[in-house]
């Protein structure tokens, strides 16, 4: 079914089964299971083939053990395990379980994957993936040279084109409508702001799929592209709803020093090495069985460790190096081509002769949108919101637990995206449309309005580099109760100044001075929220290391953080955020000391 398209009042109203906001690898693999049996549209700010997806380098895990023995069983302990036991383990049992044909999926949609000599899709290794329990890296992760996102994505894309999936591509989703049928708050659909003429559209739908993404632009050294500020996230806690494990944020060890752009992890997969100023492997000392392949949270550490004890490298030693001389050109140019090619252009430096100065880059959110494992997201720890799903990085299934192993996002978007997909179709189905109220559109309008005529002194430009400066300064690979309270005390100050900014662009046309001054409302509220819930959880686990606390305390935070926005943004944090917990669910691992 076409698009049903009107325009009343100047704002443009459409209908659709299915409305799926995001074209990242989550929100494709979405519309692929609905598109097929139901009218579905994928609203995405970003042309699809410009998601973040597509910037994913190193791999896919998914036991197919091709190269060597593995299993669903070690691939689940070491989600569990290099979660740091936050993970619910149910969740993590059906993410390794359906690795395998989120796999196959993918080859038969025809993504080239790199080979073996006879035929089978290669694997490498990757940070915490193991052999049994921990004895012995094991190679998992399926890819496609260090371009594996970028194939992901565009092999998810011809087959969104080949379903007949409709795509609004550079229309921004500032607003979900939730109305209330029976006593219970459904969504009714989306209103969105389409870039290239500054027109308002309604997108009713009797499902709505969020899938927009991460939010690593609330820090200033990050891996993430610039569109990636959490508006999915942030649209769903202003409506009320509750935000799990915020304070869980991941740095990736080996960012280019001083850029933030990603080398992938895939490199210490092929065996490169981190090295401190001395050429030490200081690894040896912290993960003495699995070195260099630790995950991310210990190596990232570790990195910062040497650091701060004088064993940088470079003139203000404050990096170390990933040496990757010894790998080989031939191994750089044909497995890793891309971050080869990056260390040559943004540094000057060679990885076939020299090393690469790295350090720790924001990445990757564990925390987000709380969802059931059929991708439903929740209204409390447990009440399903029928017909809301979300999937991907902007959602909490939890897979992930405190700190994501590498290769099990591509996982991620893949087994939780299908699952969103097969499921708002099925609800789709059999649910009828939920009325839209007159006034859809009033909150996005008079927000837009407000700040394209705001005659206020404030630049977005330097907000956001003040958000991020302190939230690279305070809230980073270690925290303590003074920093957090200082990011704290930074944001709220930001989020006062904010309804002063100014926006340059007055007009309709391509408008983007207008979207990022809304992009920074959201940037604001999710570094609130994350710094709010890391000053609450007094222990250390995974991503989040608090210098004062530095043990893991399972008796008191053995559970997840569920953050709800109580009332205006107005007011400081205490007195519009409530914190919650929620329970862990466990299957078959009990929680001992992580050691690797
Ligand atoms: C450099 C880099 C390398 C990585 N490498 C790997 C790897 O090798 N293996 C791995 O497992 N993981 C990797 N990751 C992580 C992984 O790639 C991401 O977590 C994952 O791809 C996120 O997918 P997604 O579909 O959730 O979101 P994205 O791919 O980020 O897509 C988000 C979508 O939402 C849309 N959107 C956002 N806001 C709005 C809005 N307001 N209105 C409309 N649309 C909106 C965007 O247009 C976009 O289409 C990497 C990440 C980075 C940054």
């Known amino acids: 079914m076409a698009d049903q398209h009107s325009v009343v009042d100047g704002i443009h109203y459409h209908q659709h089964d299915v409305v799926i906001v995001g074209a990242g690898g989550a929100g494709m693999r979405a519309a692929i299971e609905s598109a097929p049996k139901a009218s579905t549209a994928v609203i995405t700010k970003l042309y699809p083939t410009r998601s973040h997806t597509g910037a994913a380098q190193g791999g896919m895990a998914a036991a197919l053990a091709n190269v060597e023995e593995d299993s669903n069983e070690w691939h689940t302990y070491d989600t569990v395990k290099g979660g740091d036991y936050l993970v619910d383990q149910d969740s993590a049992e059906i993410l390794t379980r359906e690795a395998i044909d989120a796999v196959?999926?993918?080859?038969?949609?025809?993504?080239?994957?790199?080979?073996?000599?006879?035929?089978?899709?290669?694997?490498?290794?990757?940070?915490?993936?193991?052999?049994?329990?921990?004895?012995?890296?094991?190679?998992?992760?399926?890819?496609?040279?260090?371009?594996?996102?970028?194939?992901?994505?565009?092999?998810?894309?011809?087959?969104?084109?080949?379903?007949?999936?409709?795509?609004?591509?550079?229309?921004?989703?500032?607003?979900?409508?939730?109305?209330?049928?029976?006593?219970?708050?459904?969504?009714?659909?989306?209103?969105?702001?389409?870039?290239?003429?500054?027109?308002?559209?309604?997108?009713?739908?009797?499902?709505?799929?969020?899938?927009?993404?991460?939010?690593?632009?609330?820090?200033?050294?990050?891996?993430?592209?610039?569109?990636?500020?959490?508006?999915?996230?942030?649209?769903?806690?202003?409506?009320?709803?509750?935000?799990?494990?915020?304070?869980?944020?991941?740095?990736?060890?080996?960012?280019?020093?001083?850029?933030?752009?990603?080398?992938?992890?895939?490199?210490?997969?092929?065996?490169?090495?981190?090295?401190?100023?001395?050429?030490?492997?200081?690894?040896?000392?912290?993960?003495?069985?699995?070195?260099?392949?630790?995950?991310?949270?210990?190596?990232?550490?570790?990195?910062?460790?040497?650091?701060?004890?004088?064993?940088?490298?470079?003139?203000?030693?404050?990096?170390?190096?990933?040496?990757?001389?010894?790998?080989?050109?031939?191994?750089?140019?044909?497995?890793?081509?891309?971050?080869?090619?990056?260390?040559?252009?943004?540094?000057?430096?060679?990885?076939?002769?020299?090393?690469?100065?790295?350090?720790?880059?924001?990445?990757?959110?564990?925390?987000?949108?709380?969802?059931?494992?059929?991708?439903?997201?929740?209204?409390?720890?447990?009440?399903?919101?029928?017909?809301?799903?979300?999937?991907?990085?902007?959602?909490?299934v939890s897979v992930h637990g405190s700190n994501r192993l590498g290769t099990n996002s591509l996982l991620d978007i893949n087994v939780f995206g299908k699952r969103a997909g097969n499921n708002a179709v099925a609800y789709a189905q059999t649910a009828d449309f939920v009325p839209l109220p007159a006034d859809a559109a009033d909150g996005v309008v008079k927000m837009l309005a407000q700040l394209r005529e705001s005659d206020g002194s404030e630049s977005v430009a330097e907000l956001r580099k003040a958000l991020q400066e302190t939230m690279d300064r305070n809230a980073q690979v270690f925290r303590t109760e003074e920093t957090l309270q200082t990011a704290l005390a930074d944001v709220e100050k930001l989020r006062r100044r904010y309804p002063n900014v100014k926006v340059h662009d007055r007009g309709r046309r391509f408008n983007t001075d207008l979207l990022e001054a809304v992009e920074l409302g959201f940037l604001l509220d999710l570094a609130e929220v994350l710094v709010y819930s890391a000053i609450n959880r007094k222990e250390s686990r995974g991503a989040h290391m608090r210098d004062d606390y530095p043990t893991r305390d399972d008796e008191n935070f053995m559970q997840h953080t569920m953050a709800y926005l109580t009332a205006g943004l107005e007011s400081p944090a205490s007195d519009h955020i409530r914190l919650d917990w929620k329970p862990v669910r466990f299957t078959q691992y009990q929680p001992t000391e992580r050691k690797y």
């Open 104 to 396: 196959y999926d993918l080859e038969n949609m025809g993504l080239p994957f790199n080979r073996t000599e006879d035929g089978k899709i290669d694997q490498r290794r990757f940070g915490g993936h193991t052999r049994d329990h921990g004895k012995a890296p094991v190679r998992r992760a399926c890819y496609a040279a260090d371009r594996t996102g970028h194939m992901i994505l565009q092999t998810l894309y011809q087959n969104c084109v080949k379903h007949g999936v409709e795509f609004f591509n550079e229309f921004y989703a500032l607003d979900l409508i939730m109305t209330e049928v029976d006593g219970v708050k459904r969504p009714a659909g989306i209103v969105a702001y389409e870039l290239a003429t500054g027109e308002i559209h309604v997108f009713q739908g009797k499902s709505v799929v969020f899938a927009t993404g991460g939010f690593g632009k609330i820090y200033k050294t990050t891996s993430n592209a610039h569109t990636l500020t959490g508006d999915g996230v942030g649209i769903i806690w202003r409506k009320g709803l509750p935000l799990e494990d915020m304070e869980f944020y991941q740095f990736h060890p080996t960012g280019l020093a001083g850029l933030g752009i990603l080398l992938t992890e895939g490199a210490r997969g092929e065996g490169a090495i981190l090295r401190n100023a001395s050429g030490e492997r200081f690894m040896e000392r912290y993960a003495p069985t699995i070195k260099d392949l630790a995950p991310r949270d210990i190596v990232a550490r570790s990195m910062v460790q040497e650091v701060l004890d004088g064993r940088g490298a470079g003139p203000h030693k404050d990096y170390v190096y990933l040496d990757c001389t010894h790998l080989g050109a031939e191994v750089l140019e044909t497995k890793l081509p891309d971050i080869t090619e990056f260390a040559r252009t943004y540094l000057g430096v060679d990885p076939v002769t020299e090393r690469v100065p790295v350090y720790p880059t924001a990445h990757y959110a564990m925390g987000g949108i709380p969802t059931n494992n059929d991708a439903q997201v929740l209204s409390d720890n447990e009440t399903v919101v029928p017909g809301l799903y979300a999937a991907g990085e902007c959602a909490c």
